[in-house]
């Protein structure tokens, strides 16, 4: 799962909407292939950015994407620094993205996103002390269950399942 996750990753970090198929397909491949991602086919890659892309465009139309935008800086009394994988600048605030895959059964996936909570929470922290502005949600993106969770607070999360162009299942064990 690690090896998909980082091949994921890269394609999500790398890929623009705007580009032709043909060309979206073929770094998809690149990547698959340099990878060694078997069982996931590139067009899943192009799949979970689209719904992805589809999803965050419906939720924040004027927003400006940034991508693996560099953190850093105090939290207390420790040096703390991350890559935020989207990060969606409005003129009100931000929304931070972050992109994980996980194994395991349904029932298990909101509660490992929300492990990765005080990841997003310090992301959220850095980015209101060096901009000065709020941070209006946070988000998992878990991209091969197509499935987008916001973290609203310790222990609160809310979950929706992104649109899928086929009936698939995106699911791999």
């Not at 953190?71 to 009394?77: A, Y």
């Not at 009100?92 to 492990?115: L, M, N, R, T």
Request: some cysteine; proline content about 3%; glycine content about 6%.
């Amino acid at each position: 799962m690690r090896v998909l996750g980082d091949a994921l990753h890269l394609f999500l970090a790398e890929d623009d909407i705007a580009t032709k198929r043909e060309e979206r397909l073929q770094r998809a491949s690149e990547i698959a292939t340099a990878y060694e991602v078997s069982g996931f086919p590139a067009e899943h890659f192009l799949e979970a950015h689209s719904r992805l892309h589809t999803k965050l465009d419906e939720l924040y139309p004027d927003a400006v994407w940034l991508r693996e935008w560099p953190v850093r800086g105090r939290l207390g009394d420790q040096r703390t620094s991350g890559s935020i994988d989207f990060l969606l600048e409005l003129s009100e605030g931000y929304v931070i993205i972050d992109h994980k895959c996980f194994p395991g059964s349904a029932d298990s996936w909101e509660q490992q996103a929300f492990s990765h909570y005080l990841q997003l929470d310090a992301y959220a922290t850095l980015v209101s002390q060096s901009t000065k502005k709020n941070v209006l949600a946070t988000y998992i993106h878990m991209p091969i269950i197509g499935l987008l969770l916001e973290l609203q607070s310790a222990g609160n999360w809310k979950s929706e399942q992104l649109p899928q162009e086929s009936e698939e299942n995106w699911l791999i064990i």
